[in-house]
């Protein structure tokens, strides 16, 4: 079965400072891979993801992810963040072609200093 | 655009009561995902439906049950509610699942077993 692993319960950061948060995953196949952020008591945003191709994907918001098979990773980066970025991001896998299930790592709370 | 409703977005219940908490896809989307958050937790899949049957099922307990209508719109019904019911109930909806295909996420039915 597949897994994510999301190494930062908490990040923090200063507004304008660029920003890395980790996902590692664990899946037999090609993975689909996700990101999704949320707002207290909000609903899950899709930032971006990653299906097939070019291995350097770019979202909304400004964010973007590559994929490293070699790493089985999925980091999400940033060059510089906004206060409005504060958020919690979860990395997700689904297990097959897309739209299937998705599993979920266990989130990474982004706190931004002003 | 057309995005995924859940009703009600706030429900209180008390210990063992039902509840049931209802999920409008996205227009043209046949496919229908349950997901449960618990407080501080990451999303868990509970059961999915396409094409009105049932499609794949997670860690859902035997005290809820599912159905999507013909309409493509779907129900969690949730008896004998306890405690560690509380959570934020997602619903996801998509195309069928295949490539390129990713799944849009409702704003979530909060639930509070009181």
């Known amino acids: 079965a597949q897994s994510v692993t999301q190494p930062d319960i908490h990040i923090t950061v200063s507004e304008g400072a660029s920003l890395e948060l980790r996902c590692n995953y664990s899946y037999g196949a090609t993975p689909y891979l996700f990101w999704y952020v949320q707002s207290p008591g909000q609903g899950l945003q899709l930032l971006l993801k990653y299906f097939s191709g070019d291995t350097l994907v770019q979202g909304i918001k400004g964010f973007e992810a590559e994929f490293k098979r070699s790493q089985s990773s999925f980091n999400l980066r940033k060059p510089s963040v906004h206060w409005s970025d504060a958020a919690e991001y979860f990395c997700?896998?689904?297990?097959?072609?897309?739209?299937?299930?998705?599993?979920f790592g266990t989130g990474t709370q982004l706190k931004v200093e002003l | 655009a057309a995005g995924v409703i859940q009703s009600p977005r706030h429900l209180i219940k008390e210990k063992r009561e039902t509840a049931t908490l209802k999920c409008y896809p996205i227009p043209r989307h046949d496919t229908v995902y349950w997901y449960q958050q618990g407080p501080g937790q990451d999303p868990q899949f509970l059961i999915s439906?396409?094409?009105?049957?049932?499609?794949d099922k997670g860690s859902i307990p035997d005290r809820f049950s599912a159905q999507q209508f013909s309409d493509y719109h779907s129900e969690l019904n949730m008896s004998s509610l306890e405690l560690g019911d509380s959570a934020l109930y997602f619903c996801?909806?998509?195309?069928?699942?295949?490539?390129?295909?990713?799944?849009?996420f409702g704003q979530g039915t909060r639930l509070t077993v009181v």
């Open positions: 996801a909806s998509s195309f069928p699942p295949g490539l390129n295909t990713e799944a849009f």
């Open positions: 439906f396409y094409e009105k049957m049932q499609s």
């Open positions: 997700a896998v689904s297990d097959t072609g897309g739209g299937n299930k998705l599993t």
